[in-house]
C-alpha cells in the first residue's frame, strides 16, 4: 500500500491563522494556559527571528518582544481546521485517516493513472490544503513512519521509493520510531543510536528480548509498517423527503405523510445505534416558496410518536402560511444515552422512553423551564440554575452507603412559610403560620439559635438581608426561620428531620 502522510506544521498557529489571515505578518504567539503560567505552543515567523520557541512562558516571550500578541488557542477553529484538512485530502482519495492534530493519511493506491507522478500527487494535495488556507507538507511511501518522516522534511513534497523505507530511515536516530521509555532504556544499554541499526538486529532475537511491542518496532524500522490504514467515516446524513402530486392545505394529511417518513428514519438511526437530537425541516410551498425550521430536543431519540408529536407542535405554532407541495426531514444524530440491566434492583427506564418524555415535557413547559436543579455558588439557599437533564450512568459495583453519623437534614419549604412572629427584642418566642399550613411551625419557643445574618446582592434595587434562626417549639418539631430585614416579615425556611 502506497500511503501519503499530510502535515500542517505549527497546527494551533496555522488553525488561528486561518480565522485571522491579517495576523500573519506579525509576531504572534499561540499560548496554552492562564495568566504568567501560559506557554507558548507556536509562533508566527516574525516572532521566531526574536528568538520565542515554543515552552517559553509568555512573561519571557514578551521580555524578547515587548510588542508580542498573544492568542490562546482555539479549540473550535482547530477542531474546523482538522475537518478542513480531511476534506481536503478526501478530493484527492476516498480513504482519508485523521492522525491527530494536523495530521491526515491518505491511500494512494490506483491513482497512478490520474498522477503518473507521485511527486505531482503530492502537490496535488499540498494545493488542495492551501485552498482550505492550511500550509500542508506531504511525504508518499509504504509504510506510515516512512512518510510520516518524509512530510517533515522542507524539500515537499517527498517520496519514497516503494522498497526503499529501510534504507531512507536506517540513518535516523532512534527517537524517529516513537518508543516508550522502556524500550528506550534497553536499546541505548546495547549501545544503538540509529534505526538502520536497530533493523540489523535478527527479528527473533528482539523478540524474545524485548516483547510484541519490540517485534513490532523492529518491524516498523525495517520499513514494514503493520499498523493498517483506518479510514475516516464521513458524519452519517439522515434524509427522507416526499414530492407530492398535489397541494395539502391541512395538518392531518401532511402528518400521515410526515409520519411514513419518521418511520424511515427511526429505521435507519436504529441501524447506525443512533438518536434524533435535532429535526431539521424544510417545507416547499405553493407555488415557489419554501419554510425551514428546527426542532431540537432535550435528548436523541427514535421514538416517531414523540419525533411527530413536535412537528405538530411546531407546525401548529407557526403554520406555513401555504399549501404544501413537498417536504424533507433530515435528522441529526446523536449517541443515545445507555441503560443498565440489573439482577436484582428496579429495572432502569429505557433510555428511548426516557428521551421521549423529556421531549413531550420540553414541547408543553417551553424552552427554559425543563431540566435538572443545580445549586447555584451564593449565600442564598434557594438560588439555582437549570441544566440539561442527563442522569449519570449507574455505578459499575454497589456502593456501600456513609453513615449519617448523627447528623441532621433539612427538609425545605418552597415556597418559604410566611410566619407571624412575637419576638422579645430580637428572640422569637412564639409563632404561626399565617396560611394555617400543618407544615408551618405553631406554638412557643423553647429554644432559639440565632441570628446568623446574610447579606446578599447588595449592588440590587432589592438585596437579600436575612436573619436567621433555628427554633425548638415547646410541642415539639425544630425549624429553620428568618426575618427579612428589608420589609421586617418572617418566614419558615425548613424543616430539621
Not at 87 to 105: N, Y
Not at 220 to 229: E, F, K, S, V, Y
Not at 342 to 349: D, Y
Request: with cysteine.
Amino acid at each position: 500500500m502506497r500511503l501519503a502522510c499530510l502535515v500542517v506544521p505549527l497546527f494551533p498557529l496555522a488553525a488561528r491563522l486561518r480565522g485571522e489571515p491579517a495576523l500573519a505578518d506579525e509576531a504572534v504567539a499561540v499560548c496554552e494556559g492562564n495568566g504568567t503560567a501560559a506557554r507558548v505552543v507556536a509562533a508566527t515567523k516574525k516572532a521566531r527571528r526574536a528568538g520565542i520557541r515554543p515552552g517559553f512562558t509568555l512573561p519571557q516571550a514578551r521580555a524578547l518582544l515587548p510588542n508580542l500578541l498573544a492568542r490562546p488557542r482555539d479549540v473550535a477553529g482547530e477542531r474546523a481546521a482538522q475537518e478542513a484538512l480531511l476534506d481536503a485530502a478526501g478530493t484527492i482519495s476516498p480513504r482519508v485517516e485523521d492522525g491527530g492534530e494536523g495530521l491526515a493519511w491518505v491511500d494512494v493506491d490506483g491513482l497512478s493513472r490520474l498522477f503518473p507522478d507521485e511527486r505531482d500527487l503530492g502537490r496535488a494535495l499540498i494545493a488542495a490544503a492551501k485552498l482550505e488556507s492550511l500550509p500542508a507538507r506531504c511525504g508518499i511511501a509504504s509504510s506510515k513512519l516512512a512518510a510520516r518522516v518524509a512530510a517533515s522534511l522542507p524539500d515537499s513534497p517527498v517520496v519514497v521509493p516503494d522498497g526503499g523505507e529501510a534504507a531512507f530511515l536506517a540513518p535516523l536516530p532512534l527517537a524517529k520510531l516513537d518508543p516508550d521509555a522502556t524500550a528506550v532504556e534497553t536499546l541505548s544499554r546495547w549501545g544503538l543510536t540509529r534505526v538502520g541499526e536497530f533493523a540489523k538486529l535478527p527479528a527473533a532475537e528482539v523478540a524474545s528480548r524485548l516483547g510484541e511491542a519490540g517485534h513490532a518496532l523492529h518491524e516498523i524500522a525495517r520499513g514494514r509498517d503493520p499498523r493498517p490504514l483506518v479510514p475516516r467515516q464521513p458524519p452519517p446524513s439522515f434524509t427522507e423527503g416526499v414530492e407530492l402530486e398535489w397541494p395539502l392545505l391541512t395538518l392531518e394529511p401532511f402528518l400521515g405523510m410526515a409520519e411514513g417518513a419518521l418511520q424511515r428514519l427511526a429505521r435507519r438511526l436504529e441501524s447506525h445505534a443512533c438518536g434524533c437530537v435535532r429535526l431539521d425541516v424544510s417545507l416547499v410551498l405553493d407555488p415557489d416558496g419554501c419554510d425551514t425550521r428546527s426542532v431540537d430536543l432535550p435528548a436523541p431519540t427514535r421514538d416517531v410518536k414523540t419525533l411527530l408529536s413536535l412537528l405538530k407542535l411546531s407546525l401548529e405554532g407557526r403554520p406555513p402560511g401555504a399549501a404544501v407541495t413537498g417536504f424533507s426531514l433530515s435528522a441529526v444524530p446523536d449517541a443515545p444515552r445507555r441503560g443498565q440491566l440489573t439482577l436484582f434492583g428496579p429495572a432502569e427506564i429505557a433510555p428511548d422512553r426516557l428521551a421521549a418524555t423529556l421531549a413531550k415535557l420540553f414541547a408543553l413547559l417551553g424552552e427554559g423551564r425543563l431540566g435538572a436543579a443545580k445549586a447555584v455558588d451564593g449565600h442564598r439557599p434557594e438560588r439555582f440554575s437549570l441544566e440539561p437533564f442527563a442522569p449519570p450512568p449507574p455505578p459499575p459495583e454497589r456502593r456501600v452507603p456513609k453513615t449519617g453519623r448523627g447528623l441532621l437534614a433539612v427538609r425545605v419549604l418552597r415556597p418559604a412559610v410566611q410566619l407571624e412572629v412575637l419576638v422579645e427584642g430580637e428572640r422569637p418566642v412564639s409563632m404561626r403560620a399565617l396560611s394555617g399550613d400543618d407544615a408551618g411551625p405553631a406554638g412557643g419557643v423553647r429554644v432559639a439559635s440565632g441570628p446568623w445574618r446574610m447579606e446578599e446582592g447588595w449592588w440590587l434595587d432589592a438585596p437579600a438581608t436575612r436573619a436567621y434562626w433555628d427554633v425548638e417549639l415547646q410541642g415539639g418539631g425544630l425549624y429553620r426561620v428568618y426575618r427579612d430585614e428589608t420589609g421586617g416579615d418572617w418566614f419558615a425556611d425548613g424543616i430539621y428531620d
